[in-house]
């Protein structure tokens, strides 16, 4: 996403009092995500590649937390 990262992009949207599920999908090993402060440990994270079922249940439990 070009200009700002999907952290970012939470931040803004929370801050104008909007509540949003949010699941972040990146390429990128989570230690290199969670590790370096990119996204606060315990965020909904789903690593590529992955497949459609890991899709579903990604969201199921981001929607469900």
């Known amino acids: 996403m070009p200009g ?3 952290a ?6 929370a801050a104008m009092g909007k509540r949003v599920k949010v ?3 990146s390429g990128y090993a989570p230690h290199d995500i969670f590790g370096k ?3 606060e440990t315990g965020a909904p994270f789903l690593q590529k590649p992955f497949r459609k079922d890991d899709l ?3 969201v199921r439990e981001a929607l469900e937390g």
């Open 37 to 39: 402060g990119v996204l």
């Open 23 to 25: 699941l972040f999908i």
């Open 4 to 6: 700002m990262s999907g």
């Open 56 to 58: 579903a249940r990604a």
């Open 8 to 13: 970012e992009l939470q931040a803004r949207v």
